[in-house]
């Protein structure tokens, strides 16, 4: 029983090692990306943005990732890349675009439970706000409208839906998804 109850803890100190990992690596991935794509969004240089005729959004190309601006969560002290493309390995490095646009308010964006990611996103309150920049410099405002916790199975319920902006993450566990709600100020 203790040779057991030792690789349980030793188990659980790897699993919680590798997470902080990849949250670290995350973190750091974001941060250099962010940055970037902010210095190219200040130097309004036509020439880096690219338009994709079917969903509307401009993006810009950076190390061959395609990114559509910048998400900023004051509260939280995040300002975060968006990816234009969703796939689990572009999750694990930044937040994705999951379907809509900005010009058909109904953008929705997904990321992990990262810390530096969307891991806190369920301490945000109604009126908080939350700030999206485009690759052209295009600013746009939200506040929080709503909070919820979702089963993994609404996916339709998080994509359709009559608000502007929605930002979404597993809970801790992954048992459920944390939705958040954002109206255009």
Request: net charge negative; charged share 20%.
């Amino acid at each position: 029983m203790i040779l057991v109850g030792a690789l349980a803890v030793i188990a659980g100190a790897a699993l919680w090692l590798y997470n902080d990992y990849e949250d670290s690596a995350a973190a750091s991935y974001s941060l250099e990306k962010a940055q970037d794509l902010f210095e190219m969004i200040i130097a309004d240089n036509p020439a880096e943005v690219s338009k994709d005729a079917a969903s509307g959004f401009s993006y810009m190309t950076l190390d061959g990732e395609e990114y559509l601006g910048i998400i900023s969560i004051p509260k939280l002290t995040l300002n975060l890349p968006v990816n234009r493309q969703w796939s689990y390995p572009l999750l694990k490095k930044t937040p994705c675009c999951f379907s809509g646009s900005i010009e058909t308010d109904d953008f929705v964006i997904a990321a992990h439970n990262f810390r530096t990611h969307f891991g806190k996103i369920h301490t945000l309150k109604d009126g908080d706000s939350v700030v999206f920049t485009d690759v052209e410099g295009n600013r746009y405002n939200y506040y929080v409208a709503a909070v919820e916790t979702v089963n993994p199975s609404d996916t339709y319920d998080v994509i359709h839906s009559s608000y502007d902006l929605t930002l979404f993450t597993c809970t801790y566990g992954g048992k459920t998804r944390v939705v958040i709600r954002c109206m255009l100020e």
